[in-house]
């Protein structure tokens, strides 16, 4: 069910399901939960800034819900809410994916579950051949993480490290982490 135009395109799905997580597309009742995730003290130091205004963000949602260039998750664990997930920046057979929080006392393979359930929908359902992404220089845990994942160093700036992900490095992901996500996901697009 690969994506067979000539440039993939992201697109919005309704779930992803995975091996005990599933994504749900955000919708504008999520802002509450959202805005508590990017404004913990500890979770959003590596993040942009977020006002912490709740308004502010039911209409940025507003305004992702008819934004076709990004797909925005919820990620949950026995449908209870444990994260969320973006995918966007799509350029060529590329995608950038962030946006990645986890609330404390989520299941401990939350994060790798997580992560490889991005790179299932991104290049299995949608065709995806590479992804791009940025972690905060101070943000040590997501750059070893990610380094786990063979993840190459490309760019840096004084905020930021960048990296790229080639297709070859998700495979041999997906085969090194397959007890995680051992049938890959199941997609219900909108």
Not at 35 to 54: C, G, I, P, V, W
Request: glycine residues 4%.
């Amino acid at each position: 069910m690969v994506n067979t135009e000539l440039r993939p395109k992201i697109k919005k799905a309704k779930r992803v399901t995975g091996e005990t997580l599933t994504f749900r597309n955000i919708e504008c009742s999520d802002a509450e939960f959202i805005l508590s995730l990017r404004t913990d003290e500890n979770k959003s130091r590596y993040l942009s800034l977020t006002n912490n205004d709740l308004k502010e963000q039911f209409s940025w949602l507003e305004t992702y819900a008819v934004d076709d260039s990004q797909a925005y998750f919820i990620i949950e664990f026995n449908n209870d809410p444990i994260g969320c997930v973006r995918l966007y920046d799509a350029k060529g057979d590329s995608f950038c994916w962030g946006s990645w929080i986890l609330k404390d006392g989520r299941p401990r393979q939350a994060a790798i579950e997580s992560a490889l359930m991005v790179y299932a929908y991104a290049v299995d359902h949608l065709g995806f051949k590479s992804c791009h992404f940025d972690v905060r220089k101070e943000n040590v845990g997501v750059l070893r993480f990610h380094e786990k994942f063979d993840a190459v160093r490309v760019g840096e700036t004084n905020l930021d490290y960048f990296f790229n992900l080639s297709l070859q490095a998700i495979r041999n992901a997906q085969r090194k982490f397959s007890k995680f996500l051992p049938s890959g996901v199941t997609v219900n697009f909108i």
